[in-house]
């Protein structure tokens, strides 16, 4: 051994255990168990790998090792493609699809959560080499924090606030409060989502909120999750048992109309809260320059 073998192999271990921290199965059920987990725990060793040797290498003087570094991302960027076009595959399959918005918001997580892993084993070894095996700890420790928050996003509740609304119907429309959903005019189909139908009314906290949850991919993200959660009562080639969400063209705020398995009103308002807010739906209208409007 020389002396860049521990350092190197410390940076590799706080690597590998950030990417183990930051991949979790929740109600979503993704990554799978047990090979999904597997091939992220590879991916997240070799950027660890990666991120431990760059600092040995730079005092080294070997600076081409470096462009490993612009070697893995392009390797990690197929990373997002992997998983953009199996999400995409499965999600044709689902009684309440994610959407295209959350596919790409779940492929551009795993990607970036790569490059923490290569940020925390840089960072760790640099700690080590410069002080010592303790200072190192601290820097994982610190990185692991930074890649906590940087992993935990927006939340629905943070932009809305969700109250329940009981469905119901005025002639052959079903409303959720006063927005118009859908028309439903078979009797049977109506007694059947009164019975097990849930209505939420979400109302926006600001302007900027209100063009988030306009967007169709964070509207259907919602009902993804709370179908998941919840399950749905439906089969397909049932159109008209099919979760929705429609917005109130006036003020903004948005119906979401569901038909879960477990009518859970306190689960389903906490479920609802829970949501990512998707990184590609976010708008802010308010912060654009204002200084550059035409006259």
Not at 14 to 24: A, K, V
Not at 164 to 169: A, D, I, L, S
Request: charged share 20%; no cysteine.
């Amino acid at each position: 051994m020389n002396e860049y073998t521990l350092p190197i192999l410390f940076g590799i271990t706080t690597g590998t255990l950030t990417r183990l921290y930051m991949l979790r199965t929740d109600y979503r059920q993704y990554p799978t168990y047990l090979h999904g987990k597997i091939i992220h725990l590879a991916l997240g060793f070799i950027a660890a790998g990666l991120g431990a040797v760059a600092i040995p290498s730079i005092l080294n003087e070997e600076f081409t090792a470096i462009t490993f570094l612009t070697l893995a991302a392009s390797q990690f960027r197929e990373v997002r493609n992997m998983e953009r076009n199996t999400l995409t595959e499965l999600d044709s399959y689902e009684m309440v699809p994610r959407g295209k918005t959350y596919i790409e918001g779940i492929a551009i997580a795993f990607e970036s959560r790569n490059y923490l892993v290569i940020f925390t084993s840089l960072v760790s070894v640099l700690g080590y080499l410069l002080f010592n095996i303790w200072i190192g700890i601290l820097f994982a420790v610190i990185s692991l924090i930074i890649s906590k928050i940087l992993m935990s996003g927006g939340r629905i509740a943070d932009i809305v606030d969700v109250e329940y609304m009981e469905p119901r119907f005025d002639g052959a429309g079903l409303y959720v409060d006063n927005i118009y959903i859908m028309n439903i005019g078979l009797p049977q189909r109506q007694e059947e989502i009164l019975r097990y139908g849930m209505g939420f009314i979400l109302k926006p906290k600001n302007f900027n909120s209100r063009s988030t949850i306009a967007n169709l991919g964070q509207r259907q993200a919602i009902l993804h999750d709370v179908s998941t959660a919840l399950g749905v009562y439906r089969d397909s080639g049932t159109p008209a048992l099919v979760p929705l969400a429609k917005r109130d063209l006036d003020d903004g705020r948005v119906a979401v109309f569901v038909l879960p398995q477990e009518k859970n009103i306190d689960k389903a308002l906490k479920i609802i809260g829970a949501v990512p807010t998707l990184e590609n739906a976010i708008r802010m209208p308010t912060e654009r320059n204002t200084s550059k409007e035409g006259s």
